[in-house]
């Protein structure tokens, strides 16, 4: 049975940093690719960032770009997203999700959804 499990969400203030985490279980997932999707108080689920289970090709949001790096350490089967210079309109759930196969920017695209971490980011 797949799991994906985010951790790392919190409480920071705008310009601060968060790192979450998501960590895999249940199959090989080389041929995977891992999404980073969030969904705001009354919105649909926002991609954000997705990135090959080998690390390569990484895709972001405009939003994301510059501010957000998504990798992945595929020994441990745990990926990461590293955000930085947060502002309060990237407060969110954020959920990780696997699929098979790269470049889907969709929720429903993908197979697997954690349950997702908050992050709160305060002006």
């Known amino acids: 049975q797949v799991q994906l499990v985010e951790s790392g969400g919190g409480l920071v203030q705008a310009g601060g940093s968060l790192t979450l985490s998501c960590a895999a279980s249940?199959?090989?997932?080389?041929?995977?690719?891992m999404g980073w999707f969030r969904q705001a108080p009354g919105k649909e689920h926002e991609f954000v960032a997705s990135i090959r289970w080998s690390g390569s090709e990484a895709y972001y949001t405009d939003s994301a770009k510059g501010r957000f790096t998504i990798s992945i350490d595929n020994v441990k089967n745990t990926g990461y997203l590293q955000m930085k210079s947060l502002k309060p309109e990237d407060t969110a759930v954020y959920y990780c999700?696997?699929?098979?196969?790269?470049?889907?920017?969709?929720?429903?695209?993908?197979?697997?959804w954690g349950q997702g971490t908050q992050v709160t980011v305060s002006s």
């Open positions: 249940g199959r090989t997932f080389s041929s995977y690719n």
């Open positions: 999700a696997a699929r098979q196969g790269i470049g889907a920017m969709r929720w429903r695209q993908y197979d697997f």
